[in-house]
């Protein structure tokens, strides 16, 4: 049984765990926020949890967790945390009826019919079913935007949550939280890919109603990614690595991904980042003498098989030891575009382990 399904088992309603509720630090990753501004909205607008157990730390029902969503949605769309805040406890009251226990008594109350009013002339209650239906808390992974996850790891949503609202702090959190977790390659892969693939399809489907978003996740990773890799290693004669965007390509995150992983593991690497153009490439690759040369494509459009085979044929050193390197056509764009004798590992984990090897050799 995998990992996932595990969790799926010991985990019941919402994701919540079965022996019972989650701490404040987990609710706060899932919703993409501080555990301050749980702290706050349970203190001032009275969204704590229901119930209370034993010992200082508070546990939160997959109920809980379904609020605190419900006010994470409403105030992204701008709606002042006050505000939100009536509505939700307003939500939970008619779903709960008239029964509805304290937290009624911080929203909207009526006034008692008076003395001697028969029941037939007072107002009817609102029957839970008269209320708008809240969606299933395993199905709620739209931040309030329109976002679809699916089923995705409950990081996903909490820092997509934080990208939608743009709160920096949160989403600088979250993003290191996953890294120091699940380390570069799988926090990359299982967490933060899926994030800015629903990212980037809200933007292609709403105009031009999410760039911002976009850019300002990416951005947040990128830093993230330099915060989280180590300091570049020292060269070593014939064990540098050498990557960069094929010319025309700007899509660096999963290069700069690959460059963190490989100074992760003390392998000299020289990054040039986006678009470099091919007498720069040719120039870099000469200075440098690399064992092996990344190039990143992300678009058919701009995968070149002729710029790739002649930094291949590239060679230095003097006659008779003459070196090349070995070049790796990195990225979606070079699928159905391979280049004959050169690797094209087809994933992150693949090309960490190839570079590893060439330059082990």
């Known amino acids: 049984m995998g990992t996932h399904e595990r969790d799926r088992e010991d985990r019941g309603r919402g994701g919540v765990p079965l022996g019972g509720g989650l701490t404040t630090g987990e609710v706060a990753r899932r919703l993409g926020v501080a555990p301050t501004t749980v702290r706050t909205w349970d203190r001032r607008y009275g969204l704590g949890p229901d119930a209370h157990t034993g010992g200082r730390h508070r546990r939160w029902t997959a109920t809980d967790v379904a ?109 290191e939280a996953a890294i120091v977790e699940h380390g570069l390659v799988a926090a990359w892969t299982e967490v933060i890919m899926p994030t800015l693939q629903a990212v980037g399809r809200k933007w292609e489907s709403s105009g031009e109603r999410y760039v911002e978003v976009e850019h300002f996740l990416s951005w947040h990773v990128s830093g993230a990614l330099r915060r989280g890799a180590p300091s570049s290693a020292a060269d070593r ?36 980042g986006g678009a470099l153009p091919v007498e720069s490439l040719v120039t870099a690759v000469r200075r440098t003498g690399p064992a092996a040369v990344g190039l990143w494509a992300q678009s058919r459009t701009t995968a070149s098989r002729p710029l790739a085979q002649h930094v291949a044929a590239m060679e230095w050193g003097v006659r008779g030891a003459r070196r090349k390197p070995v070049v790796l056509t990195i990225g979606p764009g070079w699928s159905g575009r391979t280049v004959t004798g050169l690797p094209r590992p087809t994933g992150l984990a693949e090309a960490v382990a190839v570079l590893e090897s060439v330059v082990s050799r």
């Open 67 to 175: 609020r605190l969503e419900r006010m994470c949605a409403l105030t992204a769309t701008g709606i002042p945390p006050a505000e939100a805040a009536r509505t939700v406890l307003g939500e939970a009251t008619q779903e709960a009826g008239p029964a509805a226990g304290p937290a009624a008594g911080l929203v909207g109350r009526t006034a008692p019919a008076s003395p001697g009013t028969p029941p037939q002339a007072q107002a009817p209650a609102r029957r839970p079913s008269d209320a708008p239906p809240l969606p299933p808390a395993r199905a709620r992974s739209r931040a309030g935007s329109g976002l679809r996850l699916g089923d995705v790891r409950q990081e996903c949503k909490g820092i997509a949550r934080a990208a939608l609202r743009l709160d920096a702090a949160a989403l600088d959190e979250l993003l």
């Open 237 to 272: 004669p014939g064990a540098t690595i050498v990557l960069a965007c094929v010319p025309g390509e700007n899509h660096t995150l999963p290069l700069e991904v690959l460059a963190a992983a490989l100074a992760e593991r003390g392998l000299p690497v020289r990054m040039f």
